[in-house]
């Protein structure tokens, strides 16, 4: 059974309505823009309540979160990476596990072992571990911010699109994501009703159910904010029809919004703060996983990045045309160089 329950709303009011709404799925033979939930949603938010329930775990509820944390390894093996407080605590009740002699009671002779384990997730180490992974995880959402201050203070007033794009077949490899990914930002300048188009960052994910998906943000200069869903929908059918030749699927919103709304289709002002904050919330929400369970990619590929900008490096005299991650690459390296200096 690929759905359980028809999705009827679209507003994000946290980050786990924005994890229940990216999961979803286009229904088939269904009304424009229905879309149902997916056990994608129940196998994401595993990580997530587990991690949750660590803090104020005893010896006894530890075990428990362990054997249900094996699951979720096993679901996302190879797929993500888990949070180093869930990674710590696998490691080591594993090797207190396999310690163990075979004619043991190995529950009650574990549960031993988890008030150990309870102490070094709750040491000043760990905590400091867990620290510098959570800064380096956070940097998809700095760039991110970085370009949204650089379209913000560029234009006075532009069109932030939201647009989902995957495939009919939940199968589609990685590598034809990619390819398709990049030929679709490196193009979209060239086709007339995209010639506009600013900048742009997305955000790539997977779903067992739903397979590999990118979630877009386009920025597009105008005044007049009814051109958004327009863009929004056009996007959507260029991936589909021109990119993918047939196999692409999209979702938009078809209004422009108030508040974000899944995937997204704000227009902006210069100087309208309120603004401002929902298209910050919608970054926040859209690296959401960055924090609990971040996808496993092979090098050199990411699960977030932007279209080229003209940003300043530090370490330079002169504006340079780089990505986002380039430059924000740079400017730690040169910020480590100071300190040594």
């Known amino acids: 059974m690929n759905n359980h329950n028809t999705l009827i709303s679209n507003d994000v009011n946290s980050h786990l309505s924005h994890l229940m709404l990216s999961t979803s799925k286009n229904a088939e033979y269904s009304p424009l823009n229905t879309r149902w939930l997916t056990y994608d949603y129940d196998r994401l938010i595993e990580p997530v309540l587990l991690l949750n329930l660590i803090d104020r775990a005893d010896a006894e509820a530890l075990l428990k979160i362990y054997r249900r944390l094996q699951l979720s390894m096993s679901t996302w093996k190879g797929r993500r990476t888990f949070n180093p407080t869930l990674t710590c605590l696998a490691k080591l009740a594993a090797q207190a596990e396999q310690r163990l002699p075979g004619d043991r009671d190995v529950e009650s002779e574990l549960l031993q072992s988890m008030a150990t384990i309870s102490d070094v997730l709750r040491s000043e180490e ?4 867990v620290a510098e992974w959570l800064w380096a995880q956070d940097r998809n959402l700095r760039i991110g911010l970085a370009a949204q201050s650089v379209i913000n203070t560029s234009y006075p007033s532009f069109a932030a699109v939201g647009v989902e794009l995957a495939y009919a077949d939940a199968d589609t490899p990685l590598e034809r994501m990619v390819q398709d990914r990049q030929q679709f930002l490196s193009e979209l300048r060239n086709t007339p009703e995209f010639e506009h188009c600013v900048g742009a960052y997305w955000y790539l994910e997977y779903g067992q159910q739903k397979g590999y998906y990118l979630h877009g943000t386009f920025f597009f200069p105008t005044e007049n904010p009814d051109t958004a869903p327009i863009l929004a ?46 298209l910050e919330w919608w970054l926040i929400c859209m690296t959401c996983v960055d924090e609990f369970f971040p996808l496993a990619l092979p090098e050199g590929q ?7 900008y003209v940003y300043y490096l530090r370490s330079q005299s002169d504006w340079t045309e780089t990505s986002l991650y380039e430059a924000e690459i740079m400017n730690e390296w040169v910020e480590k160089m100071r300190k040594k200096a």
Do not use: A, I
């Open 233 to 278: 929908k056009r996007l959507g059918e260029h991936w589909q029809n021109t990119v993918t030749t047939g196999d692409g699927c999209y979702h938009t919103n078809t209004r422009v919004q108030t508040e974000y709304q899944y995937p997204g289709c704000l227009f902006v002002q210069q100087d309208d703060s309120e603004m401002l904050k929902q």
């Open 302 to 308: 990411y699960s977030f990045d932007t279209q080229p």
């Open 126 to 129: 760990h905590k400091r571990q």
